[in-house]
């Protein structure tokens, strides 16, 4: 059976969807791929669907959060968003559950520390 993404559940994960349909299918097939290949030793196929959802709405939540931004300053306070936050499913709420789902640890192998904030 082929793992898939539930686009009705994925949208009550993130309260909405791109507004273009090819980027929900690109974000479902980047998870669906990703599942697919590393974590090939879960024989669970409700489990991978499972994962695969919260990985689109990790996707989508991301572009939601911050598109392209690089750096931001509001007052005193300030960050910076960088392409290695893709790969790091704690930026999100959904990668967290994606990688607390996957018993194999696969997910958490090539995730980063969380940014460090500095309040001045």
């Known amino acids: ?15 909405s ?19 697919d290949a590393r974590l090939i030793d879960i024989s669970d196929q409700t489990l991978k669907n499972m994962i695969a959802d919260h990985m689109a709405a990790h996707f989508i939540e991301l572009e939601s959060v911050a598109p392209g931004l690089v750096s931001k300053r509001i007052g005193d306070a300030s960050w910076t968003w960088s392409a290695n936050a893709v790969k790091d499913m704690r930026t999100t709420r959904n990668g967290r559950i994606a990688m607390e789902l996957d018993p194999t640890g696969t997910l958490s192998e090539g995730s980063k520390p969380y940014p460090q904030f500095r309040v001045l």
Do not use: C, K, N, W
């Open 1 to 15: 059976m082929a793992t898939t993404v539930d686009e009705a559940r994925v949208r009550a994960l993130v309260g």
């Open 17 to 35: 969807l791109p507004t273009e349909p090819l980027t929900f299918h690109a974000y479902s097939q980047a998870a669906i791929s990703i599942v």
